[in-house]
């Protein structure tokens, strides 16, 4: 295998360089939670602080590093492009702040609801580790309060999400807390005697009475929220930039959006055709027949969530050991992905990066549904690409591993949805080209994944931007969009089970904005990566060394 490149020796740190990272440190002391996510160690037993005067906090620090910045010159080129992702980021989350848009979002993936996420990035092999979880689990009725005080002085200043999201949101937390929930389930992992054991224990049964007391907050805040669902052109318009990092004609993107799907279901539907040929279903061109056909295959199905994830693994460090140092540039500390199985039920697919000190590697989650036992490999080969190598995980890494160059502000904290997931998808039709989807079963389940985000884009901004749903594609005859013609335009296009169809609907009109970003990113880097002359390795390694960033910043910086 060929070696991978020598690292760069350090870039000495520029005067913008050290106020970034001192920001790092500041945030990671203001928001506990995001210390761990980020792997930054001392943080773990507390919990953060949202009520209206934490955030505030945090909204001035951000606005005291901007002052700053601009009181000290460039010294480089990456300085330059530090400035011009902090402006951006910042300015952004500032402006929401100010309005309370973040705080007062609630819906089923993304808000303060789901911070017992951080749970799952925490250490669980020794008994120590599990004292630390308890003494967190214990505190979380602190943050979950915290959270309901900032619901009530938004709802106060008239800004709240959907009834339907603030339901949903108490349906979840009671979810979390029931006696065969998360934290049930969580507690009764725990190691240590049995004094140990029964703390982690009663620290599990405090955390859920935290999350039943939110359920009912929320409840008692939904007869004043808004009955619709779509947020409204004006409100779209500030949330896209959160998740792209650009502004974008919204009728151009829903246009492009509606084409976009339109190709991608007929490239599926001469797939399905030679699909339905080799196993003589007599179907012709229909996608349905030939997914039948592959979930039939008991070649590719597995039973049960050890072999799930046992799949997980293999799959993905084949992928790794046969693309690096050949069309990507993988350092060695990156060459250990951990795929695990999550415990919420929730039924997402999702990536959590390594540490600071890359001791926490990147891992791979699947929060497998109650009750599901079996798994089709067709179906989700194009997953592990996406979250693995040379998706999230390559991505992610290459960005932490760039503290020395960079700093810590860029490699670790800096996060943008249509740089990052725009990538994975970007890295999906990557693997189709370097044939590793040239069976026909696991390139359909590729096609399906990138039907589905395509359709988002239609979706999302047709809903909440009151757009007529397009006509000639299937799930839709035009007229308006609604949350009941939103499921049967899902219900044509989206290949996945009736409460998964279910729980995305609900996540894209909780998260207006974000769904896009998936196919939209995924367009700008295939836009770039067709600007470039560069050898495609080259400008890979060049293109995720900068970072995740605003996928403005992004373009000029490529440049």
Known sequence: MPATPSPAPAR?????????????DRSAR???????????AGHDSEVTDFSPDAVAERTAAARTLLARAAEVPDEDAVDAVTRAALTERLGLEIERAEQRLDIAQV????????CRDVLDQMPTATAEDWQILAERMAALPRSLSSWAESLREAADHGV???????LLGAEQARGFAAPDGFFATFAAQAVGDGAERARVVEAAGTAARGYLDLAEQLEQLAPRAPEADAVGRDAYALASPVFLGTEID???????????????????????GRINAAHGTGGGRSVAAAKQALDRDP?????????????????????????????????????RLECRIAQTGSGGIYYTGPSEDLTRPGRMWWDVPAGTTEFRTWLETTTVYHE??????????????????????????????GHGEGWALYAERLMEQLGHLD???????????????????????????SLPMPEGLAGSAGGAWTYSSAWDFMSAHWGVTEAEQRFELHRYLGWPGQAPSYTHGQRVWEDLRAASSEPARDFHRRALELGSLPLSVLQEALR
């Open 250 to 272: 919204l009728e151009e993107t829903y246009a492009w959006g509606v084409e976009r799907l339109r190709a991608i279901v007929a490239e599926q539907e001469e797939v399905a």
């Open 439 to 465: 069976d026909d079963g696991d390139r359909l389940g590729m096609l399906d994944a990138q039907r589905l985000r395509a359709g988002r884009v239609v979706l999302d901004i047709g809903l909440h931007c």
């Open 107 to 114: 819906n089923n993936l993304a808000s303060p609801l789901q």
């Open 160 to 166: 709240l999400s959907a009834r339907r999201q603030l």
């Open 299 to 335: 070649a590719r199905i597995l039973h049960g969530t050890d072999a799930l994830r046992a799949w997980m693994q293999d799959l993905s460090d084949r992928a790794i050991e046969e693309l690096a140092g050949t069309h990507f540039d993988i350092p060695e500390p990156l060459r």
């Open 388 to 417: 693995g190598v040379p998706g999230h995980h390559l991505q992610v890494g290459t960005q932490t591993m760039q503290g020395a160059q960079l700093n810590r502000w860029r490699a670790m904290m800096c996060w943008v949805s």
């Open 30 to 40: 203001l928001d506990p939670f995001l210390a761990t996510e980020l792997g930054i």
């Open 12 to 24: 000495p740190a520029s005067a913008l360089d050290r106020l970034a990272d001192d920001y790092v």
